[in-house]
């Protein structure tokens, strides 16, 4: 890969993680479908890739809070759910290298991954335009937690997303949270599962081929994506957040369609 190529993605890398601590997405669920568009590295390359620059946007970002003492995570469901979440990584990990390995392709998997991430997000989009009108829940149960956040994780850490608009749908349902409040909880699974998933590719010593020098710009994309999100969140209210969260929905959507087309009919 060119510099030029790694310089783009880490640009891409810092205006989806900008969104992504904003809206508490993550970023990956930007940076995944939008790398896969350019079709410049592999599937494996590109989950990866995403995977570590989450991690480092949301290490940043939840750490940060933590320590400024404004961080409006609900440890008490938000850790179960986190924990459930890094569990639930390891899993989906595994079950990306499955579908993977069962593919005459390799590459076929990134379609699977494009299609679903489409399917999951024009539901996420669905409810969030009409969440007003549906009854919530308030879950308290620390097992429902647990298995809350496996879900999460396995979809997440699959899709090589991070944690992506379904954390936020969830939140929202399960949890009754207002939509900065699920953010920054969305934020605090996401790095949970993030880890885990990490840790599971370098035990199983499936790390894909890539450039040290892309790896290196995105994270530091993504950390300034992390800083520049942070700063912007404290600045505007719930429904501006809304209103960029739906934004994106849209935009994830087209690009995932194009990317299942690309990938598995063409």
């Not at 409810?127 to 997440?156: A, D, F, Q, W």
């Not at 199983?204 to 300034?224: A, Q």
């Amino acid at each position: 890969m060119s510099f030029f190529q790694s310089l783009l993605f880490a640009v891409i890398s810092f205006f989806a993680s900008t969104v992504g601590a904003i809206c508490g997405i993550g970023g990956g669920v930007v940076i995944k479908p939008v790398l896969d568009l350019f079709g410049w590295a592999s599937v494996s390359t590109i989950s990866f890739l995403s995977g570590c620059t989450v991690l480092s946007m949301s290490c940043y970002s939840v750490g940060k809070s933590m320590l400024a003492k404004d961080s409006s995570v609900d440890l008490k469901k938000g850790t179960p759910l986190a924990i459930g979440a890094a569990l639930g990584g390891i899993w989906g990990k595994q079950l990306f290298s499955l579908v993977k390995d069962l593919s005459p392709n390799p590459e076929m998997v990134g379609g699977v991954q494009a299609g679903c991430l489409a399917i999951i997000t024009l539901y996420t989009l669905i409810y969030t335009i009409n969440k007003n009108s549906i009854r919530t829940k308030h879950v308290e149960s620390i097992p429902s937690c647990l298995v809350i956040g496996v879900v999460l994780g396995i979809m997440s850490s699959f899709l090589g997303i991070g944690g992506g608009p379904i954390n936020l749908v969830v939140l929202y349902y399960f949890f009754s949270m207002e939509t900065k409040t699920a953010a920054a909880n969305s934020l605090y699974i996401i790095l949970f599962s993030q880890i885990a998933s990490l840790i599971t590719t370098l035990v199983t010593r499936t790390v894909p081929e890539f450039t040290i020098t892309t790896l290196i710009l995105m994270v530091i994309g993504g950390i300034l994506g992390g800083v520049a999100g942070r700063i912007i969140n404290k600045r505007i209210d719930n429904h501006m957040v809304e209103n960029l969260f739906i934004g994106l929905m849209f935009l994830i959507i087209l690009i995932s369609v194009y990317n299942t087309w690309n990938y598995l009919l063409v």
